[in-house]
């Protein structure tokens, strides 16, 4: 029904910066919640940030905002997570994921309907 292809991802040093983008097809997201996750190895997979399709709303970790920003380019059907000032402890695969539905809770994984494969991005210290 939905496809999520995230790309994007790959070796950085530490500070400096990637963006990922998450290309979405099999209908329009107009209502659509759109998230970003990531998941170490061994650890649980964690909230990022999560923007509506539509609309300027936007959701951060704490931990994240002010490094990374979530955007959109409805033409495209992309999403995208611009991070910056990256740290070794980002090194994970990161995760798109949408929710056809407004989530109760935007940062809960379990509120998200469709995700994509993955990207993995590693920090080197």
């Known amino acids: 029904q939905v496809q999520l292809v995230e790309s994007g991802g790959g070796l950085v040093q530490a500070g400096g910066s990637l963006r990922l983008s998450c290309a979405a097809s099999?209908?329009?997201?107009?209502?659509?919640?759109m998230g970003w996750f990531r998941q170490a190895p061994g650890k649980e997979r964690e909230f990022v940030a999560a923007r509506a399709w539509s609309g300027s709303s936007t959701y951060y970790a704490d931990s994240k905002k002010g490094r990374f920003t979530i955007s959109r380019d409805n033409d495209k059907n992309t999403v995208y997570l611009q991070m910056n000032s990256l740290k070794p402890e980002d090194t994970a695969v990161y995760y798109c994921?949408?929710?056809?539905?407004?989530?109760?809770?935007?940062?809960?994984?379990?509120?998200?309907?469709?995700w994509g494969q993955g990207t993995q991005v590693t920090v080197s210290s």
């Open positions: 994921a949408a929710d056809r539905a407004y989530p109760a809770a935007w940062g809960t994984l379990t509120e998200y309907d469709y």
């Open positions: 099999g209908r329009t997201f107009s209502n659509y919640a």
